[in-house]
């Protein structure tokens, strides 16, 4: 089971953005993940490059995991706190993104159920010579069949 919250933010520019719902089908679709702060800001920016030249909207994942003695409902972090948080990150891209933050028990899970088949995933992990959580959650969306991007910080 996973409860989803979605938040759609324009990019701020000079020029009202269209509605969302007209260029939804027909716009490519990046979706970044989000691992931590510094490496999904890293992704975002590296999505933002991608969507540019693309044309192109970001939307930002973020499977936020509830403890199994805990009701989905009721997670340990207010979802308020996250949504304010994840505004201010997505505010970082340059392109219309959206945030849709899941309350889930397994990430991966959550993952695979939210991203459409052969999907363009952008990641960021820490550059590490052995397998971390992020390369290895990259590896799994590779193998199930998603384009992956992987942007390695320091």
Same mark, same amino acid.
Not at 27 to 52: C, D, P, Y
Not at 71 to 83: A, H, R, S, Y
Not at 124 to 140: F, Q
């Given at each position: 089971? @996973?409860?989803?919250?979605?938040?759609?933010?324009?990019?701020? @520019?000079?020029?009202?953005?269209?509605?969302?719902?007209?260029?939804?089908?027909?716009? %490519?679709?990046?979706?970044?993940? $989000?691992? !931590?702060?510094?490496?999904?800001?890293?992704?975002?920016?590296?999505?933002?490059? %991608?969507? !540019?030249?693309?044309?192109?909207?970001? @939307?930002?994942?973020?499977?936020?995991?509830?403890?199994?003695?805990?009701?989905?409902?009721?997670?340990?972090?207010?979802?308020? $706190?996250?949504?304010?948080? $994840?505004?201010?990150?997505?505010?970082?891209?340059?392109?219309? @993104? !959206?945030?849709?933050?899941? %309350?889930?028990?397994?990430?991966?899970?959550?993952?695979?159920?939210?991203?459409?088949?052969?999907? %363009?995933?952008?990641?960021?992990?820490?550059?590490?010579?052995?397998?971390?959580?992020?390369?290895?959650?990259?590896?799994?969306?590779?193998?199930?069949?998603?384009?992956?991007?992987?942007?390695?910080?320091?």
């Amino acid at each position: 089971m @996973t409860l989803a919250i979605e938040k759609i933010l324009a990019p701020a @520019t000079g020029q009202p953005s269209r509605p969302l719902i007209e260029e939804a089908g027909q716009k %490519l679709n990046i979706a970044v993940v $989000f691992t !931590s702060v510094e490496a999904t800001l890293a992704a975002l920016k590296e999505a933002g490059r %991608l969507a !540019s030249s693309l044309g192109a909207r970001i @939307t930002l994942l973020v499977p936020q995991v509830v403890p199994y003695p805990l009701p989905l409902e009721t997670p340990p972090v207010l979802v308020d $706190f996250n949504e304010k948080r $994840f505004r201010v990150i997505a505010g970082e891209s340059p392109v219309e @993104t !959206s945030v849709q933050i899941y %309350l889930c028990r397994d990430r991966f899970e959550t993952l695979t159920s939210v991203l459409n088949p052969g999907s %363009l995933v952008v990641l960021g992990g820490p550059k590490r010579w052995w397998p971390t959580r992020e390369k290895r959650l990259a590896s799994k969306l590779r193998r199930i069949g998603h384009e992956v991007v992987y942007k390695e910080t320091e």
